[in-house]
């Protein structure tokens, strides 16, 4: 007995629309991080991208819990001495929100190239309008 393998012609990718209205942040993202990869659907492989496009819509309205609005910071070093910069989560979302969940996304996927390539097929929004009306996406309700 053998194991089945999808080859590369035979993974049908779907498109979904997830609204982010009300949405915790951490939950969004662990959910849509699973379709990304494909772990939601039957044919999944760790070794293989089975995952499916994700339009994320209504950015600007997720919600943190806690203290996070205020503690949480982002960093990114640029490489020079001294240039470990700095930014707080309320700055980073009035400025960029699809920053917030890209980032969020992008830490729960692996580290490798097919992580990036499984990071291209999302696409993220702040409000309701999204260019991926030709593709037919179907509105995803996450629990």
């Known amino acids: 007995m053998s194991t089945y393998f999808p080859k590369a012609g035979e993974i049908a990718r779907k498109w979904y629309v997830v609204d982010a209205s009300g949405q915790t942040l951490g939950r969004l993202a662990s959910q849509v991080a699973r ?3 494909g772990k939601e659907s039957p044919k999944y492989t760790p070794f293989i991208d089975t995952g ?8 600007e309205k997720i919600k943190v819990t ?18 470990l910069r700095t930014e707080d989560f309320r700055k980073r979302f009035a400025r960029k929100p699809e920053l917030v969940i890209e980032d969020a996304v992008g830490r729960m ?4 190239k097919m992580g990036r390539q499984m990071a291209s097929k999302l696409k993220i929004y702040r409000g309701e309008k999204h260019p991926h009306e030709a593709q037919k996406p179907e509105a995803r309700a996450l629990a």
């Open 35 to 37: 379709i990304l990869m």
């Open 109 to 112: 996927l692996p580290k490798t």
């Open 52 to 59: 499916d496009h994700v339009v994320v819509i209504n950015a």
């Open 66 to 83: 806690g203290m996070k609005s205020e503690q949480k910071k982002y960093q990114h070093y640029t490489g020079y001495p001294g240039g």
